[in-house]
Nanobody, 127 residues
């Protein structure tokens, strides 16, 4: 069973930084995608933020490119999201997920994840 656990959320003023961490265990394959999605309060919509794929590299949503950076540890089971120059519109519940469909719909209007999600960690940015 794949388990995913996020940490590192919090409150920060606009322009500040936070780093989220995600630890995954029980991944049964060397080929997978792991990344971050967020759910904005009151919008009832989940959006893809960024991901790392074992097929090659990282990807970012247009809204965060240049401000957020995805990285992982050498073992590959811990994923980080460094968030700089945070804006009030980044306020959301951030989820980490492992996706065995290689994040093919990560940035779709309703992302479909074939794998496991964490419980989420809240990020609040005040202006």
């Amino acid at each position: 069973q794949v388990r995913v656990q996020e940490s590192g959320g919090g409150s920060v003023q606009a322009g500040g930084s936070l780093r989220l961490s995600c630890v995954a265990s029980g991944i049964p394959t060397r080929r997978y995608c792991m990344g971050w999605l967020r759910r904005v309060p009151g919008r009832d919509r989940t959006e893809g933020v960024a991901y790392f794929s074992t097929d090659g590299g990282v990807s970012y949503a247009d809204s965060v490119r240049g401000r957020f950076t995805v990285s992982n540890d050498n073992a590959g089971n811990t994923l980080y999201l460094q968030m700089n120059n945070l804006k009030s519109e980044d306020t959301a519940l951030y989820y980490c997920a492992v996706d065995f469909s290689m994040c093919e719909s990560w940035y779709a209007p309703e992302p479909r994840v074939f794998g496991s999600w964490g419980q989420g960690t809240q990020v609040t940015v005040s202006s």
